[in-house]
Antibody, heavy 121, light 107 residues
Framework: HVQLRESGPGLVKPSQTLSVTCTVSGASITSATHFWSWIRQTPGKGLEWIGYFYYSGTTFYNPSLKSRAAISVDTSKNQFSLNLTSVTAADTAVYYC?????????????WGQGALVTVSS | AIQLTQSPSSLSASVGDRVTITCRASQGISSDLAWYQQKPGRAPKLLIYDASNLDTGVPSRFSGSGSGTDFTLTISSLQPEDFASYYCQQFSSYPLFTFGPGTRVDI
C-alpha cells in the first residue's frame, strides 16, 4: 500500500522559493508505474495540477506556472520535491503530492494529506 | 490539453435524495476518470476510479458510470456526511492529469 507524506516550511516570503517534499513508502521512487506529481489548492478554490516526474527522468509542468516549477527526486530517501520560484501571495495553497499508479490502461491515484504553505512577509 | 467540465457547479439537496453529478471531457478519455469527495480542510478522498470502480471502503450508495466524454457520479440516497464538494480527474491525457472545477453539494 503506497503512502505519501508532504513536508514543508509552512511560511515563505514573497519573491523567495517555496520547497515542499513528499516522502514515499510502499513503492519505489524509481518505479515505472507511478507518476510522481504535485497538486495544489488555493483557499476556497479548485484543484490545480502542477507537474510530475517519471522514472525515466521525464518531467512535465503546467504551462500556467510559467517555468517557475521544478520537480526533483532523491532516490536515496525515496522522496520527491517541488521547488516553486518567485512566489507571490497567489501561491498560498495546500500542496498535495499525488501518485497515479498506472498499469495496463488503468490508473489508481494515491494522495498525501497535504501541506499548507502561506506566502507572506 | 483535455478540459473537464462539471455540472451543476452547485446543488442543494435533502437527506435521502438521489443526486447525480456530470463530468464532461473535451475529447474522449475512455474510462480513465476518477471521482473525489472533499470536505473543508481535508484532502480529496477517492470514491471511484476507472470511471466505475468503487474504492475500498466507499459506501455502495456511490456509483460511477460513463466512458468516452460523458461521466456521472450518482449518490443513490444522500446522507448527512455526503454534503461536500466533488471533483472529477482524468488520467487519459498525459502529461496533464486535469481536474474538473468541482460540484458543491449543500443541504
Amino acid at each position: 500500500h503506497v503512502q505519501l507524506r508532504e513536508s514543508g516550511p509552512g511560511l515563505v516570503k514573497p519573491s523567495q522559493t517555496l520547497s515542499v517534499t513528499c516522502t514515499v513508502s510502499g513503492a519505489s521512487i524509481t518505479s515505472a508505474t507511478h507518476f510522481w506529481s504535485w497538486i495544489r489548492q488555493t483557499p476556497g478554490k479548485g484543484l490545480e495540477w502542477i507537474g510530475y516526474f517519471y522514472y525515466s527522468g521525464t518531467t512535465f509542468y503546467n504551462p500556467s506556472l510559467k517555468s517557475r516549477a521544478a520537480i526533483s527526486v532523491d532516490t536515496s530517501k525515496n522522496q520527491f520535491s517541488l521547488n516553486l520560484t518567485s512566489v507571490t501571495a497567489a501561491d498560498t495553497a495546500v500542496y498535495y503530492c499525488l501518485s497515479p499508479y498506472c498499469v495496463a490502461g488503468s490508473c489508481y491515484p494515491y494522495w498525501g494529506q497535504g501541506a499548507l504553505v502561506t506566502v507572506s512577509s | 490539453a483535455i478540459q473537464l467540465t462539471q455540472s451543476p457547479s452547485s446543488l442543494s439537496a435533502s437527506v435521502g435524495d438521489r443526486v447525480t453529478i456530470t463530468c464532461r471531457a473535451s475529447q474522449g478519455i475512455s474510462s480513465d476518470l476518477a471521482w473525489y469527495q472533499q470536505k473543508p480542510g481535508r484532502a480529496p478522498k477517492l470514491l471511484i476510479y476507472d470511471a466505475s470502480n468503487l474504492d475500498t471502503g466507499v459506501p455502495s450508495r456511490f456509483s460511477g458510470s460513463g466512458s468516452g466524454t460523458d461521466f456521472t457520479l450518482t449518490i443513490s440516497s444522500l446522507q448527512p456526511e455526503d454534503f461536500a464538494s466533488y471533483y472529477c480527474q482524468q488520467f487519459s491525457s498525459y502529461p496533464l492529469f486535469t481536474f474538473g472545477p468541482g460540484t458543491r453539494v449543500d443541504i
